[in-house]
């Protein structure tokens, strides 16, 4: 016994002296990397001990200049924490659609729907959920806010790995099932990998639509009470409200700063490190380059963690007997029971809120719901129009970025800062200008839209492009083939399943994005235009919860007829022009 306690301590030591020697080789970029560690750490402790003070209904916004810094911080982590929910809601989501053949008829339809609804569609009853859960502190504005912001990020991402699973090529789907790959091993190997590239660029596109809405999701307004929580949204609400043009210039820089730090040590680094996962040999080539990727790949600690990743993602490998040992086959079995499970419990919950809808519609009569489906026709004109000429200018530029990094290199900051960057800040100073040059909101409201969404298209344009083989570029060379011949024989069948993500989750933010263009408040004056966007706007203002969901219902009936006839014969189509090109 005490021999063996003995041999403990020396593994001990033997542990602490291998840790105190390898601490003192840290070299510059092990010091930057630890500090920002324990930046971030500092950063959730603070965020944790706001989040744990007593509630404030309203908060008050300071807006001097030495407040922005606080707010910008306390706006990223929101953005943050809802982009990891984000991410882990889409892969699950993703997964499961792509999966379940049975399932994908229910989820598809209902994701497109899901990311149609605009943020004060959730708003109601989020607020009363979260503030009913936690009464006594702020917790429950905080994740009311941290849950719309996700509102706004989940969806593209969950039909960008959806879509990926989905065009996955036969030949690697064969490979993998001739090498035994059980669930997990070809989720990690295969799956994950090929979707990365796609996660990335609508990762970024996820997190610049989370701040479109920062405004609303910091600062909203039900019925007679005001919720508001300190930060950047907030701030610029209060400064747009008050017509503080010194206020509102001090916002926009700070948001152009906040855009550019995460472009620079998140972004950059995530698209040049996906280039590795494509499907050629060539993938690394040319990848483009990232400062703080190399500062990462030159710190010790970043090695000794991928070490550990490996180790331990190693230890989830399936045995030397394969896949059909284990829990694996049981846990496959069991699949099909939990999907319909889950089903069941989807199906309860949308007719909760069918029965609870109902109820509250009663105040509504025939008259009223002809005028609502009068404005749904309005913004869906709006919001096609909008998406089309999101693409005349989208496709052309992805393709140009997509396949050279090194044009991604030189204005991807630019790119990011304008995708990333709240449209709603600029709106008074676009309806300022639509009022000098005379242009009715009616028709300002898809300028307003298209600010917004039209960086759904590029983004996945992009990725599309950066996906294609480089030995089909090669091919096209070597053919001659140039010019329109080159786009239509090649490019346009490789990008096809990206682009019309890009159109699917383009339509769907316009919808979105239909609260703030058709609805626009400056210097205490409402502008509006008739739409479901207005509709709901004024709905969420008065607390009219009746016209509320029966404007939600409306654009989500829509959003499913369109879906339907539309999107889904488009995804066959591109599935079919993918292999064309393949």
């Given at each position: 016994m005490a021999e063996a306690k003995k041999s403990r301590a020396r593994r001990a030591w033997g542990g602490a002296a291998l840790f105190i020697q390898w601490s003192r080789r840290l070299r510059g970029a092990d010091l930057l990397v630890l500090l920002g560690l324990a930046g971030m750490l500092a950063a959730l402790l603070q965020f944790a001990r706001?989040?744990?003070?007593?509630?404030?209904?309203?908060?008050?916004?300071?807006?001097?200049?030495?407040?922005?810094?606080?707010?910008?911080?306390?706006?990223?982590?929101?953005?943050?924490?809802?982009?990891?929910?984000?991410?882990?809601?889409?892969?699950?989501?993703?997964?499961?659609?792509?999966?379940?053949?049975?399932?994908?008829?229910?989820?598809?339809?209902?994701?497109?729907?899901?990311?149609?609804?605009?943020?004060?569609?959730?708003?109601?009853?989020?607020?009363?959920?979260?503030?009913?859960?936690?009464?006594?502190?702020?917790?429950?504005?905080?994740l009311a806010s941290i849950v719309m912001i996700f509102t706004a990020q989940a969806w593209n991402m969950a039909f960008s790995f959806y879509q990926s699973l989905k065009s996955l090529k036969p030949d690697l789907a064969e490979a993998a099932s001739v090498f035994s790959f059980g669930s997990l091993e070809r989720f990690r190997s295969l799956e994950l990998p090929s979707a990365a590239i796609g996660l990335v660029w609508n990762g970024m596109i996820s997190m610049a639509g989370g701040w479109f809405f920062l405004m609303i999701s910091e600062s909203f307004v039900l019925g007679r009470q005001d919720f508001s929580l300190p930060g950047?949204?907030?701030?610029?609400?209060?400064?747009?409200?008050?017509?503080?043009?010194?206020?509102?210039a001090l916002a926009i820089a700070a948001m152009m700063l906040v855009i550019v730090l995460l472009d620079q040590v998140l972004w950059r680094p995530l698209a040049v490190w996906s280039q590795k996962f494509r499907l050629d040999e060539s993938g690394a080539e040319d990848a483009g380059s990232s400062w703080f990727l190399g500062v990462l790949r030159r710190?010790?600690?970043?090695?000794?963690?991928?070490?550990?990743?490996?180790?331990?993602?190693?230890?989830?490998?399936?045995?030397?007997?394969?896949?059909?040992?284990?829990?694996?086959?049981?846990?496959?079995?069991?699949?099909?029971?939990?999907s319909g499970a889950a089903l069941l419990l989807l199906a309860a919950a949308v007719g909760l809120g069918a029965v609870r809808a109902l109820y509250a519609w009663r105040a509504l009569s025939p008259a009223?719901?002809?005028?609502?489906?009068?404005?749904?026709?309005?913004?869906?004109?709006?919001?096609?129009?909008?998406?089309?000429?999101?693409?005349?200018?989208?496709?052309?530029?992805?393709?140009?970025?997509?396949?050279?990094?090194?044009?991604?290199?030189?204005?991807?900051?630019?790119?990011?800062?304008?995708?990333?960057?709240?449209?709603?800040?600029?709106?008074?100073?676009?309806?300022?200008a639509m009022r000098a040059a005379g242009v009715p909101l009616s028709a300002g409201s898809i300028l307003l839209m298209l600010l917004g969404t039209q960086w759904y298209i590029l983004f996945n344009v992009v990725a599309g492009a950066a996906a294609i083989p480089a030995d089909l570029l090669e091919a096209s060379r070597s053919y001659g083939l140039k010019g329109w011949e080159r786009f239509k024989t090649m490019l346009l069948p490789a990008v096809f399943p990206y682009l019309v993500t890009g159109w699917v989750t383009a339509a769907g933010g316009a919808w979105n994005a239909s609260i703030v263009s058709e609805y626009v408040t400056f210097k205490s004056q409402v502008y509006s235009t008739w739409g479901l966007g207005s509709l709901i706007s004024e709905a969420a203002e008065r607390s009219d919860i009746p016209t509320l969901t029966a404007a939600v219902v409306v654009m989500s009936a829509i959003v499913t007829l369109f879906n339907r006839f539309v999107w889904r014969r488009l995804y066959a189509v591109a599935r079919e022009g993918l292999w064309m090109a393949a």
């Open positions: 706001h989040m744990n003070a007593p509630v404030r209904p309203a908060a008050a916004i300071d807006l001097s200049a030495w407040a922005l810094p606080g707010y910008a911080l306390l706006s990223l982590l929101r953005g943050l924490i809802a982009f990891a929910i984000s991410l882990g809601f889409a892969l699950v989501y993703g997964y499961w659609a792509a999966k379940d053949a049975r399932a994908e008829r229910v989820l598809i339809p209902l994701l497109d729907i899901l990311q149609s609804v605009p943020v004060l569609g959730f708003m109601p009853g989020l607020l009363l959920v979260f503030l009913a859960l936690f009464p006594s502190s702020n917790a429950g504005l905080e950047l949204g907030s701030y610029m609400s209060r400064a747009a409200a008050g017509g503080n043009a010194r206020a509102m710190a010790r600690v970043y090695a000794l963690s991928a070490l550990l990743w490996r180790k331990i993602i190693g230890r989830l490998r399936p045995g030397p007997t394969g896949p059909a040992s284990g829990p694996a086959p049981r846990a496959a079995r069991a699949m099909p029971f939990l009223r719901w002809l005028s609502i489906g009068g404005a749904g026709a309005a913004t869906l004109g709006r919001v096609l129009v909008s998406t089309a000429l999101g693409t005349l200018w989208a496709l052309p530029a992805g393709l140009a970025i997509g396949l050279s990094p090194r044009l991604w290199t030189a204005l991807g900051p630019a790119i990011q800062m304008m995708a990333s960057f709240p449209a709603p800040m600029l709106f008074p100073a676009a309806i300022a």
